[in-house]
């Protein structure tokens, strides 16, 4: 039987959270930022399979392996540094847009409300530090190539971008390395 995620089954309150997620990123369920990715249709409705059996969906807490910090804390129109997509070597400070359990839609500032640039990262993976981790760690602190002749003084730039923002919390991000050094022994 084939079993692809598909926007119309998205609506069902019984769907998964990524689901749902997926549902409220962008609309349209891509969770892909870039024009031209969609989902299949699908010959698979769970919605549908439990109301036909009488079956319920498993609650979250049966999902001990998620951790609840990476689905709750993370808050939309908060600040972090990430690895600059182009240029790994240097970061960047961005904003996050949405959240979807441990997926961060992001979008690096300077960017303003152009959402052509934004990007999906895992918490778990990605390379992500709490504004004013660059400067502890002595790294570079870099806008991307696409914005960067768009200030001549970035530094005033993220002195006004960051006064009065909401920072990731560095414990926040600590705990996603633990969680990943958790799952790894088990």
């Known amino acids: 039987m084939e079993s692809t995620l598909s926007a119309s089954n998205m609506q069902d309150p019984s769907s998964s959270p990524l689901e749902k997620c997926l549902s409220s990123a962008n609309g349209n369920g891509d969770l892909d930022s870039e024009e031209g990715s969609s989902l299949e249709e699908t010959g698979f409705n769970w919605g549908e399979y439990l109301e036909e059996t009488g079956a319920s969906a498993a609650p979250h807490t049966s999902f001990k392996h998620v951790e609840i910090s990476i689905q709750s804390n993370f808050q939309p129109g908060m600040k972090l540094?990430?690895?600059?997509?182009?240029?790994?070597?240097?970061?960047w400070v961005a904003t996050i847009i949405t959240t979807c359990g441990?997926?961060?839609?992001?979008?690096?500032?300077?960017?303003?409300?152009?959402?052509?640039?934004?990007f999906w990262c895992d918490?778990?993976?990605?390379d992500l530090h709490?504004?004013?981790w660059c400067t502890q760690n002595n790294k570079v602190l870099m806008p991307p190539d696409a914005i960067k002749e768009k200030y001549t003084d970035w530094t005033e730039f993220l002195i006004r971008d960051l006064t009065g923002s909401r920072t990731a919390p560095a414990n926040l991000l600590e705990g996603v390395c633990i969680v990943v050094i958790h799952l790894m022994y088990l």
């Open 130 to 132: 709490p504004v004013g």
């Open 102 to 118: 441990q997926l961060l839609l992001l979008r690096y500032c300077g960017y303003g409300e152009d959402r052509r640039a934004d």
């Open 123 to 126: 918490v778990v993976i990605a």
């Open 81 to 91: 540094e990430v690895a600059n997509k182009n240029n790994p070597d240097t970061y």
